[in-house]
């Protein structure tokens, strides 16, 4: 048995979880992936500008390898939040395309380094000095927590679950089997609720 590569590891993780984020675009409408489904904006296209600004940061700057991109909502000036959602003149075609353009830069890092390469992150302050293997477990992390947020608002959307298309990840059974158990949750929830402290 061959041991595992803990780098390739770390980049293959990364890689899936990259991928969840752009099925949860799939098949919607501009307004869907645009729309806001929480008090707080999530939304499914800016959770994607999110993670390619963050992504060229980690894997650019951090390392000393600029990535010539332009990034206007991390200006000094830029409104709050700019990078959590696209206005109407930002195409799902450009922000894909940033994206995409954020793992080449990404993954051009990770091959070219070795996993004890050190970094700074400069907005971590003085916790900043980082190896490369820290930002792949970060940014393996981040980009998996707004998966979740993805998988929430794609449901809230039109009802699709799961991890990915070839795999729901998801257990239980139809439509009807869902309605039932919610039904359960919400019942036993609103027990809970009227038992005396």
């Known amino acids: 048995m061959k041991p595992n590569d803990p780098k390739d590891d770390l980049h293959r993780y990364l890689k899936a979880a990259r991928e969840a984020i752009i099925w949860k675009l799939d098949g919607l409408s501009e307004y869907d992936v645009r729309r806001p489904l929480t008090p707080t904006g999530t939304n499914l296209l800016g959770l994607v500008k999110h993670l390619a600004s963050v992504e060229l940061g980690y894997f650019g700057p951090t390392f000393g390898r600029p990535h010539n991109e332009s990034l206007p909502w991390h200006e000094e000036d830029s409104e709050p939040n700019s990078d959590m959602w696209a206005p109407a003149d930002e195409s799902r075609e450009d922000i894909l395309s940033l994206y995409y353009r954020a793992w080449a830069h990404a993954d051009a890092t990770i091959e070219a380094l070795p996993l004890d390469a050190m970094g700074h992150v400069a907005w971590w302050g003085d916790d900043g000095d ?53 039904n359960r949750l919400e019942a036993s929830a609103k027990e809970a609720q009227a038992k005396p402290s």
């Open 130 to 182: 980082v190896t490369l293997q820290r930002i792949m477990l970060h940014m393996t992390a981040e980009t998996n927590r707004h998966a979740g947020h993805a998988d929430i608002v794609r449901e809230l959307i039109d009802g699709k679950v799961g991890m990915r298309e070839t795999n729901s990840n998801m257990d239980g059974g139809d439509e009807a089997w869902y309605q039932e158990y919610w």
